[in-house]
């Protein structure tokens, strides 16, 4: 049973364009929802994480926006460039836990 | 400031082997983690230690798969009597509290 389920599995923009990846759950006791950029051959690096207690959070060119009732999230990366070509995963984990349950990735690639 | 380390970066294995996958954790990072990643799959957790301890395992095979975590030294994860559905890359991270730091990862080809 996936726990996490992200979309698009693949995502192609522009340069400049706004990808949006999306993410839902559905274990409620889910309280810490990081993402996490993973480029070919290198391991999965932090970007951005949120807790339920707020509805958007920006890090620079990134922005997480959480919808604790939908039980959803989602990821915006502004005026994307080529070098965020990567593939990105959502993942949460529960109040207590330090298991972080992944997506199953997205795809990324921004063409010039 | 080293990152997470993992060694080796690549491993190759015949079906019967052992596999020995090593992680030393960031300085003065004392709990680690391994996942599994499959091809186009996200990351499975596997295992979480800390020194000299096993916190939490529930996400390893019930055989072939140990993990350690010793008192001096890096973690082992090991994997005996490899099968080809044992290929994928594995990853460690560690962390002080809350952030998981993870290593470059092995990847694992039985052939």
């Known amino acids: 049973q996936q726990q996490v389920k992200q979309s698009p599995q693949s995502l192609i923009v522009q340069k400049g364009g706004i990808p949006i990846i999306n993410c839902a759950y559905e274990?409620?006791?889910?309280?810490?929802f990081p993402w996490y950029q993973q480029f070919p051959g290198k391991g999965p690096a932090l970007l951005i994480a949120i807790r339920p207690d707020v509805s958007e959070k920006k890090e620079g060119r990134f922005t997480i926006s959480f919808n604790k009732s939908a039980k959803q999230f989602s990821l915006h990366i502004m005026d994307s460039q080529p070098g965020d070509s990567a593939t990105y995963f959502c993942?949460?984990?529960?109040?207590?836990?330090?298991?972080?349950?992944f997506g199953k990735g997205t795809k990324l690639s921004v063409i010039p | 400031n080293a990152g997470v380390m993992q060694n080796p970066r690549h491993l190759v294995r015949r079906r019967g082997q052992e596999a020995r996958l090593r992680c030393s954790p960031m300085k003065g990072h004392s709990h680690v983690y391994w996942y599994r990643q499959l091809p186009e799959e996200g990351l499975k957790f596997m295992v979480y230690?800390?020194?000299?301890?096993?916190?939490?395992e529930s996400g390893m095979p019930k055989e072939r798969f140990s993990a350690e975590f010793p008192k001096e030294g890096p973690s082992i994860l090991r994997i005996q009597q490899v099968v080809r559905g044992d290929s994928a890359a594995y990853f460690c991270?560690?962390?002080?509290?809350?952030?998981?730091?993870f290593g470059p990862g092995t990847r694992l080809t039985v052939l």
């Open positions: 230690l800390q020194k000299e301890n096993i916190i939490d």
């Open positions: 274990n409620t006791a889910f309280d810490y």
């Open positions: 991270a560690s962390t002080p509290e809350d952030t998981q730091y």
């Open positions: 993942a949460a984990r529960g109040a207590g836990s330090y298991q972080l349950t």
